[in-house]
C-alpha cells in the first residue's frame, strides 16, 4: 500500500501537466508494485468437485466455437473428468459486462480454455481488445510457446525446438493512447522492473525445469535504451542466478533474419510484448502454421490455455475445414496444469499420431481432410488404446 | 503537402557517392568499374560524411557533403561505422534528419543461383522512416518504470502511404497491404490505417488490403509469394525488412533506398562495414550493386538498371566467381570483373 500511494503522490509533484497522462500510467502499475510487494504464496484451491475439475470455456470468434465443441466432444468420448463452464463473450457490444461475467467465471474456476475474440475496427478506440482486457485483469503475465517441429508436417526447416516466452501485460500492449494534438497520436509503452523480473525469472526456472541450455533476450535496446534497456538489464540480473544456464541477447530484426534463416540455434527466448507477437509467429509459420501449435497464459492464481497464434480464423469459420491439432494440443496443456497427466498423455499421444503416421491433414498443411474427420480419428485411435471411453 | 514530384532527369546525371568505411571503399570502387564497363551515364562526386560540430553546437554533416547533396538530388552510400561513446549520433541518423528521408524501400528478390529455403520471393517493403516507435523519447516516471512513446502522425503516415502508391503504381506492383496492430494500438495504428485507406482511394488500379502484423509474420514465412508491396510504420518496417532481407539470403545481397523530401534519395547497403575483412579484396559488393541499380531505375535509366542487375544475377547463378559469402573462392576484384565482362558481352 505505501509502495502505491508513493508513487501516486509522486507523479503529482513530477509534472502537473503530466499527471493525467502520468496518472494512467500509475495506476496501471501502481497495482503492478503491490502486487509484487503483497505477493501471495498461496494459489486458491483447484474448482474439484467429486472428482471432476470445472474449467470456464470462452467459446471466441471465428473458428473458436467449433474447435472448443471438437475438444469438449473429445473429452466427452475419453471421460476426461472436467465440466466446461461456457461464458458467451460478444465481440459486437460496446459494454464490458459480458467480459465481467468471463473473468469472474476464471477466477472462481482458475483455469480458461478460450477461442480467440474478434476485435473490431469500426468501434470507438476506447474499446479495447477483449482477449487484452482478460490477459491483465487476471495478471496472466507469461505466454509461454512450444514450437517444435512436427514429423509428418512438410516444413521448409526441420527439427525446430524452440521455447519462447513473452512478457503478456505491459509492453506496447498496455493501452495507453491519446491524441494531444489534432493529427498526433502518442501510444505509450510501458517497462517496469517488476514485470521484467518476474518474466525473466519465469523464463530461468522454465529452461532449468525443462533441463535448456540457453535463454536468448530479444530486444531493441540499441533504439530504445531506456525501455528494452530496462529489460535487458532484469534479465542479465537473473541470469547471474542461473549460472548453469548460458544467457545472450539479439536484437529483434537480426532475431527474425536468423529465424529464417539458421533457427537451430535458438534454444529458449524471452522477450517483451510486441516482439513476442512477432517473433511467436514466425516461429509458428516455422513448424506449418497457426493450426498446430498450442499456446498457455500463465499467471501466478490463473492459467488460460489458447492456440499459440491467436487467430480468429474468420474466414475458415464454419467451414469444418480448420485445423484441430492446436486447440487440442492447448486442451492437453490445460490437463496437464490440471494433473490429470493420463489423459493428457492419452489425447496427445492420439493427435500427433494423427498428424504423423495416418497422414489425414487438414487443408492449412496441405491435405484434403475435414476438421471432422481428423477428430474421428483421433478418438478411434483413442479408442484403440484401451482406455474407457464412451461410444463412437 | 505536394504529392510526390516526378522530374525529368538529365541524361548526365549526377550523383553523391559516399564509400563509408570498412569495406566501403573497396565495394564503391566495384560498383564505379562495373557503370564504367556499362557506360552508364552518369558522373561520380565523392563525399565523405563524418559527423561534425556546427554552430551552435549542434552535429551536423560536413558542408561540403551537404552541397553536393542538395545539387545532385540523389547519393549511394555505403557502410558507415557507428563508434560507441563517440558523443554524436549515429551517421545513418544524421543524414535521415538532414535530408528528411522518410521512406525507406527494400525490394526483396530472390536471387536466382543463391539458395536459400524461401524462392520465388519477389516483393518490396516500404518503412516509414522518420516517427513511430523510433522517436526517441523516453522517460523514467518512477524508478523502475520507464515509458517509451510511439509517435504516429497524420502527415507522415499520408506522405508514406503516398509514396507507396506511387511505386507500385511506377514500378507495375498490383498490390499494396498496410500492415499494422490497430487491434492493439486502436488510436495510432488506428490514424496509419485510416490514412492508407484515403490515399487508397486516389489509387483505384492498385488494390489495397490490410493485415495485421503478426499475421503477416505467420504468412510471411509460409509462403512469401503472396506478398506484393507492404507498406508500414517505423519499428514493423523494421522488423519485416530484416525478416525478408533473411528470407532472400541476408544483408549482403539486399538493396535498400531512402527517399526523402524535395526528390532527394540515397541508396546504400544495408550490411555492416565489415572491419575484418576490409582491404583484403574478400567483399561482396552485391548489395551496393543492387541498390545502385534501384538508383538507376529512379533516375529512370531502366536500361542500364536492367543491364547491370542481369550480369550480375547471371554471374551469380553460374556459381564459377562467387565471392567467400556466397560460397565460392574468388576475390571481390575477380567477380567485379566477371561481371564487367559480361556487360561488354552484351553490349
Known amino acids: 500500500m505505501a509502495a502505491h500511494s508513493a508513487v501516486l503522490s509522486m507523479s503529482k509533484i513530477i509534472n502537473p501537466f503530466w499527471g493525467g497522462r502520468l496518472g494512467n500510467t500509475v495506476k496501471v502499475f501502481g497495482t503492478t508494485l503491490t502486487s509484487h510487494r503483497n505477493k501471495t504464496l498461496l494459489t486458491p484451491p483447484p474448482a474439484k468437485y467429486g472428482g471432476r475439475h470445472t474449467v470456464t470455456l470462452i467459446p471466441g470468434d471465428g473458428i473458436g466455437p467449433e474447435l472448443l465443441n471438437h475438444v469438449r466432444e473429445v473429452f466427452r468420448f475419453s471421460c476426461v473428468p472436467v465440466d466446461f463452464e461456457v461464458v458467451n463473450v460478444n465481440s459486437a457490444l460496446e459494454t464490458d459486462d459480458d467480459m465481467n461475467n468471463a473473468i469472474t467465471a476464471i477466477r472462481r474456476n482458475g483455469i480458461a480454455l478460450k477461442g480467440n475474440i474478434e476485435t473490431k475496427h469500426t468501434m470507438a478506440p476506447s474499446v479495447k481488445s477483449r482477449n487484452n482486457l482478460l490477459r491483465t485483469s487476471l495478471d496472466l503475465y507469461a505466454n509461454v510457446m512450444h514450437c517444435q517441429s512436427l514429423p509428418g508436417v512438410q516444413t521448409r526447416h526441420k527439427n525446430i525446438d524452440i521455447m519462447i516466452i513473452r512478457e503478456n501485460t505491459e509492453g506496447e500492449y498496455s493501452s495507453l493512447e491519446h491524441e494531444s494534438v489534432s493529427g498526433v497520436v502518442e501510444s505509450l509503452k510501458i517497462i517496469t522492473r517488476n514485470n521484467s523480473l518476474r518474466i525473466a525469472d519465469y523464463a530461468f526456472k522454465l529452461a532449468r525445469e525443462k533441463g535448456r541450455r540457453r535463454v536468448t533476450a530479444v530486444h531493441k535496446a540499441n533504439i530504445m535504451k531506456l525501455g528494452d534497456g530496462l529489460f535487458l538489464q532484469c534479465c542479465r540480473e537473473v541470469a547471474s542466478g542461473y549460472p548453469d544456464i548460458t544467457f545472450d541477447s539479439m536484437i529483434v530484426d537480426n532475431t527474425t533474419m536468423q529465424l529464417v534463416s539458421k533457427p537451430h540455434q535458438f534454444d529458449v527466448m524471452v522477450m517483451p510484448n510486441l516482439y513476442g507477437n512477432v517473433v511467436s509467429n514466425v516461429c509458428a509459420g516455422l513448424v506449418g502454421g497457426p493450426g498446430l501449435v498450442p499456446g498457455a497464459n500463465y499467471g501466478n492464481a490463473y492459467a488460460v490455455f489458447e492456440t499459440a497464434t491467436r487467430n ?81 | 503537402t505536394s504529392p510526390v514530384q516526378h522530374e525529368t532527369f538529365p541524361l548526365r546525371g549526377t550523383v553523391t557517392l559516399i564509400p563509408g568505411d570498412g569495406i566501403g571503399p573497396e565495394i564503391s570502387s566495384a560498383v564505379m568499374k562495373i557503370f564504367e564497363a556499362a557506360k552508364a551515364p552518369i558522373r561520380w562526386e565523392e563525399r565523405n560524411v563524418t559527423a561534425i560540430k556546427g554552430p551552435g553546437g549542434r552535429w551536423m554533416i560536413p558542408p561540403d557533403a551537404k552541397e553536393s547533396m542538395d545539387r545532385s538530388k540523389i547519393g549511394l552510400k555505403g557502410p558507415l561505422k557507428t563508434p560507441i561513446a563517440a558523443g554524436h549520433p549515429s551517421m545513418n541518423l544524421l543524414l535521415r534528419k538532414t535530408f528528411d528521408l522518410y521512406a525507406n524501400v527494400r525490394p526483396c528478390v530472390s536471387i536466382e543461383g543463391y539458395k536459400t529455403p524461401y524462392t520465388d520471393v519477389n516483393l518490396v517493403t516500404i518503412r516509414e522512416n522518420t516517427e513511430g516507435e523510433y522517436s526517441g523519447i523516453e522517460h523514467v516516471i518512477v524508478d523502475g518504470v520507464v515509458q517509451s512513446i510511439k509517435l504516429i502522425t497524420e502527415d507522415a503516415s ?31 495504428d488506428g490514424l496509419f490505417l485510416r490514412k492508407c485507406r484515403e490515399v487508397a482511394e486516389n489509387y483505384k488500379d492498385i488494390k489495397f488490403t490490410e493485415m495485421y502484423l503478426d499475421t503477416v509474420c505467420l504468412n510471411m514465412v509460409q509462403d512469401p509469394t503472396q506478398f506484393d508491396v507492404l507498406v508500414m510504420p517505423n519499428l514493423y518496417g523494421d522488423i519485416l525488412s530484416d525478416l525478408c532481407a533473411g528470407l532472400i539470403g541476408g544483408l549482403g545481397v539486399t538493396p535498400s533506398g531512402n527517399i526523402g523530401a524535395n526528390g532527394v534519395a540515397i541508396f546504400e547497403s544495408v550490411h555492416g562495414t565489415a572491419p575484418d575483412i576490409a582491404g583484403l579484396d574478400m567483399a561482396n559488393p552485391t548489395a551496393l550493386l543492387l541498390s545502385a541499380v534501384m538508383m538507376l531505375r529512379h533516375m529512370g535509366l531502366h536500361d542500364y538498371g536492367n543491364k547491370i542487375q542481369t550480369a550480375c544475377f547471371d554471374t551469380i547463378r553460374d556459381k564459377k566467381v562467387l565471392t567467400k559469402d556466397l560460397g565460392g573462392n574468388s576475390k571481390c576484384s575477380e567477380f567485379t570483373a566477371e561481371i564487367c565482362r559480361r556487360i561488354q558481352d552484351m553490349a
Not at chain 1, 475458415?316 to 498423455?345: E, V
Not at chain 2, 507507396?164 to 514500378?171: D, I, S, V
Open chain 2, 158 to 188: 499520408r506522405r508514406i502511404a503516398e509514396y507507396a502508391f506511387e511505386y507500385a503504381r511506377n514500378n507495375q506492383r498490383t498490390s499494396v497491404t498496410a500492415v499494422h496492430k490497430a487491434n492493439i494500438m486502436r488510436m495510432s
Open chain 1, 312 to 392: 480468429t480464423g474468420k474466414s475458415i469459420a464454419g467451414k469444418n475445414i480448420a485445423n484441430p491439432t492446436a486447440m487440442l494440443l492447448a486442451s492437453c496443456m490445460m490437463l496437464d496444469h490440471l494433473k490429470l497427466y493420463d489423459h493428457a498423455t492419452m489425447i496427445r499421444h492420439a493427435v500427433l499420431k494423427t498428424m504423423n503416421e495416418t497422414r489425414l491433414h487438414t487443408a492449412d498443411i496441405g491435405g484434403q481432410g475435414t476438421t471432422s474427420e481428423v477428430v474421428q480419428t483421433i478418438m478411434r485411435i483413442i479408442q484403440s488404446g484401451g482406455q474407457l471411453t464412451t461410444e463412437l
